[in-house]
């Protein structure tokens, strides 16, 4: 956990000296972040669905790429899988996060962290798993845009959810 509330604060530095939403926007933002993160976790189950659907009825186109060359197909079949996981986990990830985000609960904004986190190494597995130049520079590419788009907004909301560090108290 110390890990992660560094690499919370490493993240939240960079982003230190952007430029800002107006605090209406912020605000607006942190009060309605857990409908944005249930419409992503229906989202996120719905492409689970299609995606189980594919690759589970997808047997037959795949059986036309299996004569062409087998080592293709299967790398289709575990690439299909790897990002059906990460969707699943992110998915997962939202819809747990809708409750304190709706308490406004910091639970619920680390979350969506932990949501984030899984984004960025989902962009960098699935580029990395594109097997080709062009695909793993646009995988980065375009994945990095979505990333940092992201994690911006994740932070412009980060000061509304209650951050407060817990201290013992001793009893005399």
Known sequence: MEFINKLEATVGGWL???PHLPPVGQKWLGQNIWWIALVGAIASGIAVFIALTGILFGGISASFVYVIDPALAAWILIVSIVNLVFTAARGLLLALAVTPLKAMQKKGWVLLFYSWLL???????GAVLSLSAFGFIGGILFGSIGVLISGYFL????????HVKTTKTVKN
């Open 16 to 18: 230190k000296n952007v």
């Open 119 to 125: 984004h960025v190494l989902s962009v960098v597995v």
């Open 155 to 162: 932070y412009e909301i980060h000061a509304q959810f209650a």
